[in-house]
């Protein structure tokens, strides 16, 4: 069988859902008990944290969480979080669709009240927007979700959020990915919403699932310390090796196009559970390859296009944008660590520095720039898997 380049099955890149979703079932499945109380009993559940590297399908699964509520009448929004936007303009901004979508799908006189008490919170935070068309005549519900407070009003939206979703039958989903973005202040106001939304005595139908890299956890318990208490926290990592064969796998089987043993062994080899790798291998051994089934040697090309691709498009990107000295500490983290976390203590001995407090300045750039992460405290590690084995090839 001749292997047609154009149906290439793989999809490498930041997001996209690849063609077989292998090892995320539980997690999915898990989330549909949660929508059907939400529906059935009108109840909601824990707000879900989603935290790992970069590159293991985060994003995808917000995607995936959105899809299976997109149809079912829910108020929904996605949004991503910045050190750059305010959160709460962020989040009123996606509202604004949501609230506009659920006019088109629910009876306006049940939707009033929310569509007030949302109004008056955009204007608060971004006046421009609070005067956008939420696609129904509402008048603006005054003392509610408008005292500026961040906290307050977010806690305040979210109970009438709850409210109008009860009445409605259905839930509301907030997804926000990169929430390790968010300001520590805006970190503090979330956990104290989501706080407040579980203490009644049946938990209204609101959940949020924020996604972020493994520090998360850490930054929300440092914001207020409930937080490891009040999230269900859901670390999302390699893929196990049978989820990583048919990661690979797969999609070629759907087609009809084989992989020897020795040929998918290599590949999964390199990938090393990555699900990231394993599309970008997959993708270039797809093409390097002329027939079925695939063989080594087609393994062994498509890993050299891979390995370039990594380094021209996720790899030299992040080095480049390092200055000298966040480069020396990034090197020094590579001969160390390579893809494990190492102490600070250690990376001051190795870089000859007296104090760790002298790469303070170094490592927090590199944290703020999203190319090392904190996983506890004293240490740090690469926030992409197979960045130090690239630093060690560079001259």
Same mark, same amino acid.
């Given at each position: 069988?001749?292997?047609?380049?154009?149906?290439?099955?793989?999809?490498?890149?930041?997001?996209?859902?690849?063609?077989?979703? +292998?090892?995320?079932?539980?997690?999915?499945?898990?989330? @549909?008990?949660?929508?059907?109380?939400?529906?059935?009993?009108?109840?909601?559940?824990?707000?879900?944290?989603?935290?790992?590297?970069?590159?293991?399908?985060?994003?995808?699964?917000?995607?995936?969480?959105?899809?299976?509520?997109?149809?079912?009448?829910?108020?929904?929004?996605?949004?991503?979080?910045?050190?750059?936007?305010?959160?709460?303009?962020?989040?009123?901004?996606?509202?604004?669709?949501?609230?506009?979508?659920?006019?088109?799908?629910?009876?306006?006189?049940?939707?009033?009240?929310?569509?007030?008490?949302?109004?008056?919170?955009?204007?608060?935070?971004?006046?421009?927007?609070?005067?956008?068309?939420?696609?129904?005549?509402?008048?603006?519900?005054?003392?509610?979700?408008?005292?500026?407070?961040?906290?307050?009003?977010?806690?305040?939206?979210?109970?009438?959020?709850? @409210?109008?979703? +009860?009445?409605?039958?259905?839930?509301?989903?907030?997804?926000?990915?990169?929430?390790?973005?968010?300001?520590?202040?805006?970190?503090?106001?979330?956990?104290?919403?989501?706080?407040?939304?579980?203490?009644?005595?049946?938990?209204?139908?609101?959940?949020?699932?924020?996604?972020?890299?493994?520090?998360?956890?850490?930054?929300?318990?440092?914001?207020?310390?409930?937080?490891?208490?009040?999230?269900?926290?859901?670390?999302?990592?390699?893929?196990?090796?049978?989820?990583?064969?048919?990661?690979?796998?797969?999609?070629?089987?759907?087609?009809?196009?084989?992989?020897?043993?020795?040929?998918?062994?290599?590949?999964?080899?390199?990938?090393?559970?990555?699900?990231?790798?394993?599309?970008?291998?997959?993708?270039?051994?797809?093409?390097?390859?002329?027939?079925?089934?695939?063989?080594?040697?087609?393994? @062994?090309?498509?890993?050299?296009?891979?390995?370039?691709?990594?380094?021209?498009?996720?790899?030299?990107?992040?080095?480049?944008?390092?200055?000298?000295?966040?480069?020396?500490?990034?090197?020094?983290?590579?001969?160390?660590?390579?893809?494990?976390?190492?102490?600070?203590?250690?990376?001051?001995?190795?870089?000859?520095?007296?104090?760790?407090?002298?790469?303070?300045?170094?490592?927090?750039?590199?944290?703020?720039?999203?190319?090392?992460?904190?996983?506890?405290?004293?240490?740090?590690?690469?926030?992409?898997?197979?960045?130090?084995?690239?630093?060690?090839?560079?001259?």
């Amino acid at each position: 069988m001749i292997v047609d380049p154009i149906a290439n099955p793989y999809r490498p890149g930041a997001g996209r859902r690849p063609p077989v979703l +292998a090892g995320r079932q539980p997690l999915l499945d898990s989330f @549909e008990v949660v929508r059907q109380r939400a529906e059935t009993l009108g109840e909601g559940d824990r707000s879900w944290i989603l935290n790992g590297r970069r590159g293991v399908g985060k994003t995808v699964l917000l995607n995936e969480l959105w899809t299976q509520v997109s149809g079912r009448g829910w108020i929904s929004a996605k949004v991503e979080a910045s050190w750059h936007v305010p959160f709460p303009v962020v989040l009123a901004k996606a509202l604004v669709q949501a609230m506009r979508t659920a006019t088109g799908r629910h009876p306006v006189p049940k939707l009033r009240r929310l569509l007030g008490v949302f109004q008056a919170f955009s204007l608060k935070v971004d006046p421009a927007l609070g005067l956008v068309s939420l696609g129904a005549d509402v008048d603006l519900v005054k003392g509610v979700a408008d005292t500026g407070r961040l906290g307050d009003d977010l806690t305040a939206l979210l109970q009438v959020l709850g @409210e109008t979703s +009860a009445d409605l039958g259905i839930g509301t989903l907030l997804l926000v990915d990169e929430l390790q973005e968010a300001k520590p202040d805006e970190l503090t106001a979330i956990n104290m919403a989501i706080h407040q939304l579980g203490q009644g005595p049946t938990p209204l139908p609101v959940m949020l699932v924020g996604a972020g890299l493994p520090s998360l956890p850490t930054q929300l318990g440092e914001a207020t310390s409930y937080a490891e208490r009040l999230y269900d926290y859901r670390a999302i990592g390699l893929l196990d090796p049978p989820s990583a064969r048919l990661a690979l796998a797969g999609p070629t089987s759907d087609l009809g196009v084989a992989w020897e043993d020795d040929a998918v062994e290599a590949a999964l080899t390199r990938a090393g559970g990555y699900p990231y790798f394993l599309q970008a291998i997959g993708k270039h051994v797809w093409d390097s390859a002329r027939t079925s089934p695939i063989t080594l040697e087609d393994v @062994e090309v498509g890993l050299r296009f891979a390995r370039e691709e990594l380094d021209d498009g996720l790899y030299r990107t992040r080095w480049e944008r390092a200055t000298p000295a966040q480069r020396a500490l990034l090197r020094a983290l590579a001969v160390e660590g390579g893809d494990e976390p190492v102490t600070m203590a250690e990376l001051a001995a190795a870089t000859g520095r007296k104090k760790t407090t002298d790469l303070s300045v170094a490592r927090n750039e590199l944290i703020k720039k999203g190319l090392v992460y904190p996983p506890e405290r004293g240490f740090i590690a690469f926030t992409v898997p197979g960045m130090g084995e690239f630093i060690l090839r560079q001259e």
